[in-house]
């Protein structure tokens, strides 16, 4: 069980937005700035988004990140198929002193 | 061109041990975080753990699940980090990377894992 909640699965169409949640609590996401991972089949992990919303060079502004209190929010527009992936949100948490993540969402294209 | 190559995966018994190793370059190791996230198969992420860097004076520390059992260690001079892992478990099979935070306008964001390894497969089974 993560210490940060997200959903496993996602679904949307073609050309549409998602959003996918990460769920934590005062002593992570409260506290500290979030990342978000992308993980296509068979690859390694991608960051995506990292001080919660800013994004590296290289990564389109499809992509972005917000956080709210507790809770922070990746979401994807113009969805490719391409974009079909595990995605996954990591923050450090001061009361366990280490690096949490969220068990990951599914993401799949229709 | 920054890289990360881990390697020392293997079959071992549970009980056993193992090293890992992580050599790097195209960056100054000692100025950066570099940590260590396995994944099960088929599972999701797991951080196992972090050493800092010079600055930070190469504190350590540990996922819940490894604690008291894995020691990473570094030498700046061979540009390397190492994760000695004793008592090893079945549930600790996975693939193990080595990772690197992202730096950006001379601040460092030490979870945000821009540079990845390709991995190194570790398997604990009798």
């Known amino acids: 069980q993560s210490v940060l909640t997200q959903p496993p699965s996602v679904s949307a169409a073609r050309g549409q937005k998602v959003t996918i949640s990460c769920s934590g609590s005062?002593?992570?996401?409260?506290?500290?700035?979030v990342s978000w991972f992308q993980q296509l089949p068979g690859t390694v992990p991608k960051l995506l988004i990292y001080?919660?919303?800013k994004r590296p060079s290289g990564i389109p502004d499809r992509f972005s990140g917000s956080k709210s209190g507790t809770s922070a929010t990746l979401g994807i527009t113009g969805l490719q198929t391409g974009d079909e992936a595990d995605y996954y949100c990591g923050v450090w948490d001061n009361s366990l002193t280490a690096v949490v993540f969220g068990g990951g969402t599914k993401l799949t294209v229709l | 061109e920054v890289q990360l190559v881990e390697s020392g995966g293997h079959l071992v018994q549970p009980g056993g041990s193992l090293r890992l190793s992580c050599v790097v370059s195209g960056f100054t190791f000692s100025d950066y975080y570099i940590d260590w996230v396995r994944q099960a198969p088929g599972k999701g992420l797991e951080w196992v753990g972090r050493t800092r860097n010079k600055r930070r004076r190469y504190t350590t520390d540990y996922g819940a699940s490894v604690k008291g059992r894995f020691t990473l260690s570094r030498h700046d001079s061979e540009k390397s980090v190492y994760l000695q892992m004793n008592s090893l478990k079945t549930e600790d099979t996975a693939v193990y990377y080595c990772?690197?935070?992202?730096?950006?306008?001379?601040?460092?964001?030490?979870?945000?894992?821009?540079?990845w390894g390709r991995g190194t497969m570790v398997t604990v089974s009798s």
């Open positions: 005062s002593s992570n996401i409260g506290k500290e700035y």
């Open positions: 001080d919660s919303d």
């Open positions: 990772v690197r935070e992202y730096q950006s306008g001379g601040r460092y964001y030490h979870d945000a894992y821009e540079m």
